[in-house]
Structures are given as structure tokens and as C-alpha cells.
């Protein structure tokens, strides 16, 4: 073989092994849709929300899990980004009893609860309920403030 047809085999391998790459890699991301019933948008905006509490991907998979066993449904019947905020907001919520022995569901005038909608999933509340909530956050010195408390905070702002 000479230098002229090596280097054109070679380079044709080359070329087919990045066609083969980039091939794997839209099938890879084709799959994870089949399997995963979700959009990208909705597993990164999911993903931010752990992160944001202080957790990882693998604690929102295990919320997912537990959610999924607690209740009985199957993965296309969930909202991941709901799931995130409603373990972050009972975390919060334990701590603040913890740390205050109060429980925001069952003792402010009207509860902080979870509105799930995918991507745009947020908390749902009054007026009132945050300024009672606020109330009670006041009592906890900033170096006791856990992650979901804080991120409780910042979703109130």
C-alpha cells in the first residue's frame, strides 16, 4: 500500500468512525426519549430544582422511585419537576418543624402547597401564607437555615 492510499483509507475510517459517533449519539438521545417520557426541558428544569435545594440527580431519581411506588403510577404519570419541588417543600418543611415546632402545612392560616405544571411547576400560595411563613423563618438564625429552607425562601421571593 503506498502513502497516498493509506492516508485515504485512514482518513475514510476516520470519517466513518465520526459518522458512527455522532450516529450513537442521536440514537442514544432517541432512546432516553423512548424510555423517558419526559422532555429535556422538563428533566433540566427538575434537575435545577434538586440542585437548587441542595440534592443531585440521584435524589431526584429516588424521589421519582418513591413517588412512583407511594402512589402507585407509572413514570408517563408524573411530573418530575413536581416531584422535586414537593420533596424539597416537605424537606423544608420538617426542618422548619425541627427547628421552630411548626408545621407550615397544618398551622398557618392557609397552607403552602405545590402547583405542578412540567416546567412551569412553582409553589402555590396566599398572600397571607407567606407572611406568616416569613413570620416563622424569622425565628431561624441563618447558620441553621438548611438548603431546603433556603430554597423554600428564594421560591417565596
Not at 419537576?81 to 416537605?90: F, K, R, T, V
Amino acid at each position: 500500500m503506498n502513502l497516498g492510499s493509506f492516508l485515504n483509507t485512514s482518513i475514510n475510517q476516520g470519517a466513518v468512525k465520526m459518522i458512527t459517533d455522532k450516529r450513537i449519539e442521536y440514537e442514544v438521545e432517541r432512546f432516553n426519549s423512548y424510555i423517558i417520557p419526559f422532555g429535556s426541558r422538563d428533566i433540566y428544569e427538575a434537575v435545577s430544582t434538586a440542585l437548587e435545594g441542595g440534592h443531585d440527580g440521584c435524589w431526584l431519581g429516588e424521589q421519582i422511585e418513591e413517588y412512583m411506588e407511594s402512589t402507585d403510577c407509572k413514570l408517563d404519570a408524573i411530573d418530575p419537576n413536581y416531584i422535586a419541588y414537593d420533596g424539597l417543600l416537605q424537606e423544608a418543611r420538617n426542618d422548619i418543624d425541627t427547628l421552630t415546632d411548626t408545621d407550615i402545612q397544618n398551622d398557618l392560616s392557609e397552607s403552602v402547597d405545590v402547583y405542578g405544571n412540567c416546567m412551569c411547576t412553582s409553589l402555590d400560595y396566599s398572600e397571607e401564607a407567606k407572611t406568616e411563613l416569613m413570620e416563622i423563618l424569622k425565628k431561624i438564625d441563618e447558620e441553621d437555615k438548611t438548603d431546603a429552607i433556603k430554597w423554600l425562601i428564594s421560591e417565596m421571593d
